[in-house]
């Protein structure tokens, strides 16, 4: 789904939130009453790509891009699907057809209003041939798209579409700004204008990003009245800034969570909410590849690697395996699959089945070509990058010489992963709400900025994945997903590595947080500072 699938490039902050850690007495734990004013300060380890969301796949670019535009839906805190842009919704008795009855007096930021005529310019750049979106299988279902007057709107479809409704949670675009434009060079990509709680107020590149509160918002005015994102592209150096204030909110990393929080000051000073994340991380092989074409070559490497030494050594259990693209409390997770657990000789043999030699220096070898590839992981991950070491010395086991080469975050997708520059990668996706991954394993799905960038066909899973998108019955639904995994566990495009616990730590100041499904963050413009707790006055300079 549109705003659900993208590259992770750090634990997100956004997710599902079950609980948080006892509070100890501190001059913070006074509520107080809500009141406008303060700063929250954010950090992560890459800077967005661009700042118009159906042109971006990555986590810091939807982060921001989230407070800044809305959909017609959203979730709400307990994962029902709401209306945000638009007030409500009727379908049709045979389920082809939503009208949606959209909200008035909503304003740009820039004081134009919204109307359907910005809901119908969306759908057409999304479906446009010419717009680089990974993001127009969803809308290139639409038989028909009408604007029936300024506040109504309806699309029409050719057969049942399951995630149809939630589909329209896609971040809406205003049409006076970008129609009869070439949107890959709007200045919107650095300076956007939406109708959402935040308007973007600058970007100062290799350093933050600032949102002001909009004071016209719909849904009222955020109490916190400015959220800036630092690009911090290191977690330690990160976690420094969080000790001594420099941000407020950060995803710690397992040794962060464990060990190095454990201590009355920080207890006194954060909050720590922990959470079984909407993500995965995954070893993704370019399937182009004159190896990892094999089946079996991808079978040894899945052997060959200990998850549970990731897990318990790198993750300090702060983890679980995952064995396919869903996590374990979903209705659609199939715990059936077939698993890989560590075994060396198996993988040495499946390699000697696939042509493998051992040759000079213990390396294997295979028509006169040693067994080395590259290891792709994001710069500032530490998780990630100690799971390319301890894979590293794992495939050095069985004699294959495995290199790391760590890249800056915006150059790993526009240089690497977009142009399918990579042999293998460390990476990690968001799991959709709703089970829809077309867009990450349909084949159909190879094209430029597109999400099946490693390559995967499979005839039947396209096959599966049409048909779990056009039936309404989720038993239905359940067994095409079911079978999916099972296809994907014994293809193992993926090494699938771990599904992390999220460690969130935030400040005390901050009250009104109310962890629930949907997250933390559900609720933001009712997060507040009390007056008497303010750090920042407000719109005060921030020294860097």
């Known amino acids: 789904m549109f705003f659900r699938m993208v590259l992770i490039q750090s634990l997100c902050i956004v997710l599902l939130c079950y609980c948080s850690q006892k509070k100890e ?223 407020d909110m950060m995803g710690l990393t397992p040794l962060q969570a464990v060990k190095q929080t454990d201590y009355p000051k920080f207890k006194r000073e954060y909050d720590k909410y ?93 028509n006169g070509m040693p067994f080395e590839f590259t290891i792709l992981v994001n710069q500032g991950n530490d998780v990630r990058i100690r799971c390319a070491e301890l894979i590293q010395k794992r495939l050095s086991d069985i004699g294959i010489r495995v290199n790391i080469r760590v890249i800056e975050w915006a150059s790993f997708i526009n240089e690497f992963i977009d142009k399918r520059n990579f042999e293998a990668v460390i990476l990690g996706w968001s799991i959709p709400n709703d089970p829809d991954i077309f867009d990450i394993w349909h084949s159909s799905k190879q094209g430029v900025k597109e999400l099946n960038f490693i390559g995967f066909e499979n005839r039947e899973v396209d096959n599966l994945l049409v048909k779990a998108r056009h039936t309404l019955k989720q038993e239905e639904r359940r067994r095409y997903y079911f079978r999916i995994q099972e296809i994907l566990a014994e293809e193992q495009p993926y090494t699938f590595l771990f599904i992390p616990y999220a460690n969130i730590a935030i400040h005390k100041r901050f009250k009104g947080i109310e962890p629930a499904p949907a997250g933390i963050m559900h609720n933001f413009i009712k997060w507040y500072v009390p007056e008497n707790q303010r750090r920042y006055a407000t719109h005060a300079p921030l020294s860097r």
């Open 25 to 247: 007495i501190s001059i913070y734990d006074e509520k107080g009453i809500p009141s406008y004013g303060d700063t929250i300060i954010t950090a992560s380890i890459g800077e967005p790509s661009n700042l118009i969301p159906l042109l971006s796949t990555d986590s810091p670019s939807h982060e921001v891009a989230s407070l800044i535009y809305n959909g017609l839906v959203k979730y709400d805190r307990d994962l029902n699907i709401v209306g945000d842009l638009a007030e409500s919704w009727r379908f049709s008795n045979d389920h082809l057809s939503i009208t949606f009855f959209l909200r008035k007096n909503v304003k740009w930021h820039d004081g134009k209003p919204f109307t359907a005529h910005d809901v119908m310019y969306t759908y057409k750049v999304i479906v446009d041939p010419q717009t680089p979106t990974a993001y127009s299988g969803d809308f290139l279902l639409v038989k028909k798209a009408e604007v029936l007057d300024d506040y109504t709107f309806r699309v029409t479809y050719d057969k049942p579409f399951a995630p149809a409704l939630i589909s329209w949670g896609v971040a809406i675009l205003p049409r006076h700004l970008l129609e009869g434009k070439d949107i890959t060079a709007s200045p919107l990509i650095r300076s956007p204008i939406g109708t959402g709680p935040f308007r973007f107020h600058q970007w100062i590149p290799g350093d933050r990003i600032i949102l002001l509160a909009n004071e016209d918002y719909f849904e009222g005015k955020p109490y916190i009245e400015r959220y800036i994102m630092r690009i911090i592209p290191d977690s330690a150096t990160m976690f420094l800034e969080l000790k001594r204030y420099s941000i």
């Open 274 to 366: 922990r959470y079984l994340a909407f993500s995965y991380v995954y070893m993704g092989y370019n399937l182009k590849h004159r190896f990892f074409k094999d089946k079996k070559v991808r079978h040894a490497l899945s052997y060959a690697i200990n998850k549970k030494e990731i897990i318990d050594g790198i993750l300090l259990g702060q983890g679980v395996e995952a064995t396919g693209p869903f996590k374990p409390d979903m209705w659609a997770y199939n715990k059936n699959v077939r698993r890989f657990e560590f075994d060396k000789e198996k993988a040495l043999s499946l390699l000697k089945e696939a042509g493998f030699t051992e040759g000079s220096g213990g390396i294997l070898y295979k």
